[in-house]
Antibody
Framework: QVQLVQSGAEVKKPGASVKVSCRAS????????MHWVRQAPGQGPEWMGI????????DYAEKFQGRLSVTADTSTTTVFMELSRLRSEDTAVYFC??????????????WGQGTLVIVSS | DIQMTQSPSTLSASVGDRVTITCRAS??????LAWYQQKPGKAPKLLIY???DLESGVPSRFSGSGSGTEFTLTISSLQPDDFATYYC?????????FGQGTKVEIK
């Protein structure tokens, strides 16, 4: 099973950007799609976006279009999530997760530990 | 986007009880549905995928059924480690969506 290790908690002001990293262990990094999911306090998970690390193609949920950028660095087996123009409603725990198997439409079988992002003036 | 609706939102049960959680989708998923367990402060854990396939390492007291728009997660005999929140997730389209969750509490 892959291990996904995320960067630490962040506190940001409204209007700022945040960049969260997720490093994957193992040597099969480019074989699996990687996702970002967030969870606001007391809410269910919300899918944000996906990247194919082998070609860096991405797809984002409509509500994050224009504010979200997901990238990958194959040399360090790390994926990144950058969310811009932050507002208080973006306060949440952000998770990276790996798609199960090699097909794009798959559930998530490995998750990072989560990164708390607090947006507050 | 496909909307996922779980019921109940909270469930009170005792150790040894049989527990059933329902998830309904706003359009057909065929069998592209997963169930997760989440404990406070932790990431969700995949339990069931393709509606009824048990993820490796998950106890056999967990089972899933259904197809189309209606699905169920059953815990045959609730154990102390099972008190948690459970989420369904659809992955039939390239826009994954989750239910709002069912919290299983100690009665």
């Amino acid at each position: 099973q892959v291990q996904l290790v995320q960067s630490g908690a962040e506190v940001k002001k409204p209007g700022a950007s945040v960049k969260v990293s997720c490093r994957a262990s193992g040597n099969t990094f480019t074989n699996y799609f990687m996702h970002w999911v967030r969870q606001a306090p007391g809410q269910g998970p919300e899918w944000m976006g996906i990247i194919n690390p082998s070609g860096s193609s991405t797809d984002y949920a409509e509500k994050f279009q224009g504010r979200l950028s997901v990238t990958a660095d194959t040399s360090t087996t790390t994926v990144f999530m950058e969310l811009s123009r932050l507002r208080s409603e973006d306060t949440a725990v952000y998770f990276c997760a790996r798609g199960k198997g090699v097909v794009i439409t798959a559930p998530f079988d490995s998750w990072g530990q989560g990164t708390l992002v607090i947006v507050s003036s | 986007d496909i909307q996922m609706t779980q019921s109940p939102s909270t469930l009170s049960a005792s150790v040894g009880d049989r527990v059933t959680i329902t998830c309904r989708a706003s359009q057909s998923l065929y069998s592209w549905l997963a169930w997760y367990q989440q404990k406070p402060g932790k990431a969700p854990k995949l339990l069931i995928y393709k509606a009824s396939d048990l993820e490796s390492g998950v106890p056999s007291r967990f089972s899933g059924s259904g197809s189309g728009t209606e699905f169920t997660l059953t815990i045959s005999s609730l154990q102390p480690d099972d008190f948690a929140t459970y989420y369904c997730q659809q992955y039939s389209t390239n826009s994954w969506t989750f239910g709002q969750g069912t919290k299983v509490e100690i009665k």
